[in-house]
């Protein structure tokens, strides 16, 4: 998603070198930072078309990784709406099913989240894992519906939006969607319960309210929403939304605030190692770790939950990469080596 749009509001003007890459991530994942050191100096592209299975840091159940599936242009591709990666935490990828909407318009919670079989064995038996796919790719044929403003605690914002895609028409619906797919099969392959805020299965949404409200009453151990930004050429890498420490209206983030930051942490070396891709060179001062308290989806959140962005898709160089079914399935994989990384201490 973009930072321009529900819950991603355009954060202070800013721009980091990559000088305090090494650095940082040293301090943070010193093998991942080892993985992403290797892949500087050769030049590694991180798509070169191999499964999940090639990437460092494979897990035994990496296997269990759905096939690669290609991405299909979005009928109405928007770029970016809410945050810097245009997703807000509200979106999903779902309404994709060219619904006209009159049976969720009124009720866009009516669909309950898609849910995986509770599985009995695994490091994660009895854990609760819920994915937040951004944005739906329904959303731009329902834009009196999400734009109906929602309380997200701080303020009021925009139920959803369409998200953001690459030049070609690739949606960050379409994508986030997948992602998801790949990392529920991974989760479920180690035991947890997989349970997605939206899985394609309704015309539009849920709104950005709705998506925290899931992983609450989920009592989720760990949520993590999924998205792409829609940032300007040039700018590269993903980055790891933490929740900031709020304490307004609907909003008590406080004591989220320290798990949710060891859950982005986690996510972000094993993102680096997994992929062989660096930290955002415009946002994070190459951290790979952004604080933000103007998200609704973790402003609302009271269980640890991050935002990740996985790569900019209005850059050349990240949008070859986020169109490539392999390099989707070593996202994925790096996303949830990181959550069970978390959930297992």
Sequence with gaps: MSYTGPDFDPPPSRRFRRGPLTVALAALVPGAL?????????????????????????????????????????????????GSDGSDGSDGSDGSDGSDGKKSSTSPGATSPSASAPLGTGPLRGKVVVIDPGHNPGNFRHTAEINRQVDVGTHSKECDTTGTSTDDGFSEAKFTLDVAHRMRAFLEGQG??????????????????????IGNEAEADAVVSIHADGSGTGNRGFHVILPGSVDSGAADTRAIVGPSRELGERIAGNFVRATGNGPSNYVGGGTGLVTRKDLGGLNLSTVPKVFVECGNMRDSKDAALLTSGAWRQKAAQG?????????RG
């Design 34 to 82: 080892l993985g992403w050191a290797v892949y500087a100096t050769v030049g590694g592209s991180g798509d070169d078309g191999g499964d999940a299975s090639a990437s460092a840091g494979t897990s035994a159940s990496a296997s269990s990784l759905p096939p690669s599936s290609s991405g299909t242009p979005s009928p109405g591709g928007s770029d970016e709406p809410d």
């Design 192 to 213: 947890a319960t997989v349970k997605l805020t939206q899985d394609d299965d309704r015309p539009f949404g849920p709104c950005i309210d709705e998506r925290a409200r």
């Design 335 to 343: 996303i949830s080596e990181g959550i069970v990384s978390f959930l």
